[in-house]
């Protein structure tokens, strides 16, 4: 990932969302999914503790300031939050660039993270700049399988997380994009 041409806008649109770069006052959004067993059982297995979730806010600032790219803040149109989404320097594939997203349970099922990934995608293409996205799922999560699929990324390989844990990668090039602008 090239330092210097990384520049995500600190706000997005989508057709029902509006996003904005996320911030330290955000901590209460952190804590009410890091807490929320439903949410931890398909990202780290277990609920985080305040301090798990104070340090992650905080890679997720330092992510924002020093790459210029990370997770935007999503909320309806209406004004209540729905879950984050965003860019990020793979943490598990060195040099690779992932996207991810996280939904509040009650807004699951509406074709959201679908919405936030595919604007995601687009940015980190067309307005950043990366020539490849890659996504990383725990290979039991259907609905995030699912999530990539519909925004036409491709299944590469079945990968173990550290722990053990069975994972699938899958990822989109700049080249092959052409799902994202139908
Ligand atoms: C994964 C997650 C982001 C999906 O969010 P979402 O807004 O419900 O996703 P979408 O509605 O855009 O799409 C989900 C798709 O998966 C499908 N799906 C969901 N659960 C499914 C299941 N158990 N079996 C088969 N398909 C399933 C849905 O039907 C939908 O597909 P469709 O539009 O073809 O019907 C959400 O469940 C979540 O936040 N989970 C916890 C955090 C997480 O796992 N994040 C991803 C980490 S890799």
Redesign the pocket.
Known sequence: MKRSAVRAPQTVMTERLRGRRIQIVDFAYVREIDTDS??M???FGTIQTEQQSRLRLQRWLQMWSERGIGFWLFSELAGATV?HGGLFPSPREAGEVEV??????A?????????I?REALRIGFDVVGFERII????TT???????ME?CGMIFECERPFPDGVPGVRYAMTKANDAPLKS
């Not at 991810?100 to 349970?105: M, R, S």
């Not at 996504?135 to 725990?138: K, T």
């Open positions: 439903r949410v059982q398909t990202l879950g991810g997203y996280v939904l509040k349970p807004y699951w099922g509406r074709g959201f993270a679908t919405e990934t996504a990383i799922a725990q999560n259907v609905a995030s399988r699912r999530v519909k």
